[in-house]
């Protein structure tokens, strides 16, 4: 079973506009972190943001956010005024166990495209 | 999806030592494949771009004799940790590239490696 889903395997957004990219997963681990990653046309893994399943309040870093609500199991990554150097690709993964958890699971990923 | 595995998923040594850590494409051939740190609550960081059959590109700042890299074939490429300290304890993370129809290209991440150095 899919321990990382992303629904959305293609979303656009029209520039300076906010976006959700949805992320939903599923642990029985009551410790576990959660990752949002871009991946732009270089290959390389840009890390956005991070949740763990024991903080109260949720994660922002600049014009992105993550809405995390635990008992439905989601973190959405909300990214606010869209700009073009945002379209790439977006994987949502988790971490299981906490810190030194072994289990490091990505979703499918979602490519957003940003148009002028 | 394509499947990419890393062996061993832990492992436990002692300083001094070396420790090799493997990485393979199941299913798909891999020309290129990346080999990522991460500390806890930290992003991976991109340690090195390895090349099947040539050798591989390191990122500034990582020690390209102790991180040795080989990519001997399409399916498999290795890091091995030479002389191993306590601050290489990490989690250890390879990834591989593969295409897909269309033109794009995606990568497919292994399960990690967690190294502990006693």
């Known amino acids: 079973a899919q321990k990382i889903t992303q629904t959305q395997p293609g979303m656009f957004v029209q520039e300076k506009e906010a976006v959700t990219l949805d992320c939903t997963y599923d642990t029985s681990d009551p410790s576990y972190g959660l990752f949002w990653y871009k991946q732009p046309s270089s290959g390389e893994m840009i890390f956005l943001i991070y949740?763990?399943?024991?903080?109260?309040q949720n994660a922002t870093e600049g014009r992105y956010s993550l809405n995390f609500q635990k008992a439905r199991k989601s973190a959405n990554l909300v990214i606010s005024a869209s700009q073009l150097g945002d379209s790439a690709m977006y994987f949502c993964a988790m971490r299981e166990g906490g810190n030194y958890g072994q289990n490091f699971v990505f979703g499918p990923g979602t490519r957003l495209s940003v148009l002028p | 999806g394509a499947v990419v595995s890393q062996h061993p998923s832990r492992v436990i040594c002692k300083s001094g030592t070396s420790v090799k850590i493997e990485c393979r494409s199941l299913?798909?051939?891999?020309?290129?494949m990346f080999w990522y740190r991460q500390f806890p609550k930290q992003s991976l960081m991109l340690m090195a771009t390895?090349?099947?059959?040539?050798?591989?590109?390191?990122e500034q700042g990582v020690e390209k004799d102790k991180f040795l890299i080989n990519h001997a074939s399409l399916t498999l490429s290795t890091l091995t940790v030479t002389s191993a300290h306590p601050e290489d304890s990490s989690f250890y993370i390879c990834?591989?590239?593969?295409?897909?129809?269309?033109?794009?290209?995606?990568?497919?991440f292994g399960p990690g490696t967690r190294l502990l150095v006693l």
């Open positions: 949740q763990g399943s024991y903080d109260q």
């Open positions: 390895s090349n099947e059959g040539s050798k591989a590109t390191y």
């Open positions: 299913d798909f051939q891999a020309t290129t």
């Open positions: 990834s591989a590239r593969t295409p897909l129809a269309g033109g794009q290209e995606t990568q497919y």
